[in-house]
């Protein structure tokens, strides 16, 4: 497990270093970001959203406001 922060935006990666299969669920991933406004940490937050694999990921967004990230989520 890896962890870290990056421009506020708290990240925690889970790997799998033996290369053993892991469930065919799934993972749910949420980002929690308090405004919608379209700045740094709302671009980082969007670009790991919507880089993941949708196949392997489930992946929300909680935010606050109605800014330019809510409509580019929508």
Request: aromatic share 14%; no cysteine.
């Amino acid at each position: 497990m890896l962890y870290g922060s990056i421009n506020g935006v708290y990240w925690v990666l889970y790997y799998n270093h033996m290369n053993i299969p892991l469930s065919t669920k799934k993972t749910k991933i949420l980002y929690v970001i308090t405004k919608s406004n379209f700045g740094g940490a709302q671009k980082y937050v969007y670009d790991l959203a919507r880089s993941l694999p949708r196949d392997q990921f489930e992946v929300m967004i909680a935010l606050g406001g109605e800014g330019v990230l809510a409509e580019k989520l929508a």
